[in-house]
């Protein structure tokens, strides 16, 4: 059975930093492409970044290139996400999901990260 | 890049057809047949319904199909059931590794 478990998030000041991590298993792990993806309190689905099965290429958003960084290390099954210069705008559930075929296929439950003073 | 357009709601009687549309343009819809949809009920995580605009994963039902016309994506649930009652999102390749996802539509069941 595919698990996907995102974790780390957290209440933070604006211009804060947070690491969120996402566990899996069920699958290749390294054959899989990752992608994060956001949802703000009562809005809509945002793409955030993907990476490559073997840590490359790396994609961002707009919204948060050059403040996130997306990483992965295939000898634990892990996914990160490095979140510097945090806003209000980033506050949001994070989603963690195998990407495959232009999709996300399987998706964990989420993490809450809320960017407050 | 700018979220694809969707109705904000459709409503339909169990058993019924509905349609969501998914309305974007020459850069993401227009260009590739790689729309997904998704089916997101409240408080939970979303699920993957159709990709490459009209396939199935594995364990969805075929009441759910996809197509696509020009650069609108539309998404038909068949023979509408209650627990078809739920916020559905399209989704788009958009070039150079990057998506664009849909602004949302709940279904509503009658």
């Known amino acids: 059975e595919v698990q996907v478990l995102e974790s780390g998030g957290g209440l933070v000041q604006p211009g804060g930093s947070l690491r969120l991590s996402c566990a899996a298993s069920g699958f290749t792990f390294s054959a899989e492409a990752m992608s994060w993806v956001r949802q703000a309190p009562g809005k809509g689905l945002e793409w955030v970044s993907s990476i490559g099965s073997r840590g490359s290429p790396i994609y961002y958003s707009d919204s948060v290139r050059g403040r996130f960084t997306i990483s992965r290390d295939n000898s634990k099954n892990a996914l990160y996400l490095q979140m510097n210069s945090l806003r209000a705008e980033d506050t949001a559930v994070y989603y963690c999901?195998?990407?495959?075929?232009?999709?996300?296929?399987?998706w964990g439950q989420g993490t809450l990260v809320t960017v407050s003073s | 890049q700018s979220a694809l357009t969707q109705p904000a709601s459709v409503s339909g009687s169990p058993g019924q057809s509905i349609t969501i549309s998914c309305t974007g343009t020459?850069?993401?819809?227009?260009?590739?047949?790689?729309v997904s949809w998704y089916q997101q009920h409240p408080g939970k995580a979303p699920k993957l319904m159709i990709y490459e605009v009209n396939k199935w994963p594995s364990g969805v039902a075929n009441r759910f199909s996809g197509s696509k016309s020009g650069n609108t994506a539309s998404l038909t649930i068949s023979g509408l059931q209650a627990e078809d009652e739920a916020d559905y999102y399209c989704c788009s390749y958009a070039g150079i590794r990057t998506y664009v996802f849909g602004t949302g539509t709940r279904v509503t069941v009658l």
């Open positions: 020459s850069s993401d819809i227009g260009s590739y047949n790689l």
């Open positions: 999901a195998q990407t495959r075929d232009y999709s996300f296929k399987n």
